[in-house]
């Protein structure tokens, strides 16, 4: 009798192990938004003439100019986008964007993904105009990471698990829309999420 008790009690325990596994997980993941989910682009508004599209799971475009900008405006938040540019790209993910009809990077943050930038200091890494980046890194060719957050006027930026913007501060645009930029070359993302804090 002992026995069976034994089993049945591992049983349950293993039951039980089970069903928590999967809520565990999505608490790791819990109060990220999905702003691009792979299939269509509802979560944004395009200004400009840029070609974006939705092709296998990805956002595109690789002519005109112009943004995809988030219909919701965030105060402090982290993102974490992924990315593809050839090297003739100029893009960038610009931040607390005060004017949703009209970005610039006078009147939000343009975190910049650009490595042919005539100043590479403020090219693909850096916070145009407001900070350089630390490390300067090529993002051309291959999939990458951004990790941003802005909590008040602090800023850090993050490629690929090299931080380029540490602990940056300005307090001119406290609170935006989120904008992806096309300005040359061909420009992918297949996964834009955010995380307000």
Not at 35 to 59: E, M, Q
Not at 81 to 104: H, L, M, Q, Y
Not at 136 to 164: E, M, Q, S
Request: aromatic letters at 10%; one cysteine or more.
């Amino acid at each position: 009798m002992k026995r069976w008790s034994a089993v049945i009690a591992l049983a349950f325990a293993g039951c039980a192990a089970l069903w928590h596994a999967p809520q565990a997980s999505g608490q790791a993941d819990a109060g990220w938004v999905t702003l691009f989910d792979g299939k269509n682009l509802d979560n944004f508004t395009p200004i400009g003439d840029a070609d974006w599209k939705v092709a296998d799971g990805l956002i595109v475009a690789d002519k005109g100019t112009g943004f995809l900008v988030s219909k919701n405006s965030y105060k402090d938040f982290e993102i974490r986008a992924e990315f593809w540019v050839d090297a003739e790209a100029n893009s960038g993910i610009f931040i607390r964007c005060t004017d949703p009809t009209k970005v610039t990077s006078k009147n939000a943050y343009e975190v910049n993904i650009f490595d042919k930038r005539p100043d590479p200091s403020y090219g693909t890494g850096a916070i145009v105009d407001v900070a350089r980046a630390a490390t300067v890194l090529k993002a051309a060719d291959k999939w990458n990471t951004y990790d941003i957050i802005a909590k008040g006027p602090k800023f850090t930026v993050t490629l690929d698990g090299t931080r380029t913007v540490d602990g940056a501060e300005n307090a001119a645009h406290p609170e935006g829309h989120i904008a992806l930029q096309h300005a040359a070359g061909v420009v992918k993302f297949r996964k834009v999420e955010i995380k307000p804090l």
